[in-house]
């Protein structure tokens, strides 16, 4: 089972940059496509953007398509989401989240009920 723990969050301004890191422990990182989702307060938890477990292939939700970038160091058993051009209603709780891979062609999910393991969350506040 795979024990996973955000940080890098914080309070920034409108246009700032941030980069979050998940460290994962407890398993066998590599097997596992990772993922980041986000929840803003009364709101359901929605997708971020997911990788593969090892060749790096991704996806993005819409709304943050071009503006951040999701990337993993399986050495380090760690995932990253660097958030650039941030906007208030970036505002949220960001979650990792791990789902057990059979390969790199597998579809990546993007539905929250997908992911079998969570981290507690790192806040991310964007004020404008």
């Known amino acids: 089972q795979v024990q996973l723990v955000e940080s890098g969050g914080g309070l920034v301004q409108a246009g700032d940059s941030l980069r979050l890191s998940c460290a994962a422990s407890g398993g066998t990182f590599s097997v596992y496509a990772m993922g980041w989702f986000r929840q803003a307060p009364g709101k359901e938890r929605e997708f971020v953007s997911a990788?593969?477990?090892?060749?790096?292939?991704?996806t993005y939700a819409d709304s943050v398509k071009g503006r951040f970038a999701i990337d993993r160091d399986n050495a380090k058993t760690t995932v990253y989401l660097q958030m650039n051009s941030l906007k208030p209603e970036d505002t949220a709780a960001y979650y990792c989240?791990?789902?057990?891979?059979?390969?790199?062609?597998?579809?990546?999910?993007?539905?929250?009920?997908?992911?079998?393991?969570w981290g507690q969350g790192t806040q991310v506040t964007v004020s404008s």
């Open positions: 990788i593969s477990r090892r060749y790096g292939r991704t």
């Open positions: 989240a791990a789902r057990r891979q059979n390969n790199d062609g597998e579809y990546l999910r993007t539905g929250r009920y997908d992911y079998n393991y």
